[in-house]
């Protein structure tokens, strides 16, 4: 049982590339989640997905797009990378929005020079 | 603004002594009160949570205190061990706009 499955674990990339982070579920989940961790600042949303086909953004989605492939796969995209989107991220995904109980991957770190 | 204020940021505790961690919170909506832990290289999981209705939760050596009128609520660590050292997550959830507030974080190191 993989619960939360987040490729890739580690990217480098420079100034202006662009990249997907992937995410994938097999819990049968509704609602889907990408958060980034930096240092002091906790878990901040970036975008969420509460069914198939829906996305809304949460507290810090500039540079950011979403997809919600399927039920089981939500993908992070970066168009244009910038330093200050050096962080960890987290795909997350809860039984539905009413839950407040994720599961969380275990985390893509990115490094932007 | 950080809706949900965590401390301490770090915490050093020796082995089989109390850990506490606090979180004050402003927003009266929310409604349900989950404890993360999150080991290095791995994403958090949740490891306690409470409902405002109560006062106190236990499971195991993990207790959540909760004080409504102050808008405050704690977690307790007893007997803490070496396993317990990871970074921990107060949260806070509101069921009306279904919307989950993170803590900042506190990094607690249990020393032999």
């Known amino acids: 049982n993989a619960g939360v499955t987040q490729t890739p674990k580690f990217q480098v990339l420079k100034t202006g590339q662009s990249m997907t982070l992937q995410c994938a579920q097999d819990m049968n989940h509704n609602s889907m989640y990408w958060y980034r961790q930096d240092p002091g600042m906790g878990l901040r949303l970036i975008y969420y997905s509460a069914s198939e086909g829906t996305t809304d953004k949460g507290e810090v989605p500039n540079g950011y797009n979403v997809s919600r492939l399927n039920k089981r796969e939500f993908s992070l995209r970066l168009e244009s990378a910038a330093p200050s989107q050096t962080s960890v991220y987290f795909c997350?995904?809860?039984?539905?929005?009413?839950?407040?109980?994720?599961?969380f991957g275990e985390g893509s770190r990115l490094t932007v020079l | 603004q950080q809706q949900v204020k965590q401390s301490p940021q770090s915490l050093i505790v020796q082995k089989g002594g109390i850990s506490i961690i606090n979180c004050a919170y402003e927003n009266t909506a929310f409604d349900y009160f989950p404890w993360y832990q999150q080991f290095p290289g791995k994403g958090p999981a949740l490891l306690i949570a409470?409902?405002?209705?109560?006062s106190e939760k236990k499971e195991g050596r993990f207790t959540i205190s909760f004080n409504k009128s102050a808008k405050q609520f704690s977690l307790h660590i007893m007997d803490s061990q070496p396993g317990d050292s990871a970074t921990y997550f107060c949260?806070?959830?509101?069921?009306?706009?279904?919307?989950?507030?993170f803590g900042t974080g506190t990094r607690l190191t249990i020393i032999p």
């Open positions: 997350a995904s809860s039984e539905n929005r009413a839950s407040g109980e994720l599961f």
């Open positions: 409470i409902r405002p209705d109560v």
């Open positions: 949260a806070a959830f509101e069921q009306g706009n279904e919307k989950l507030t």
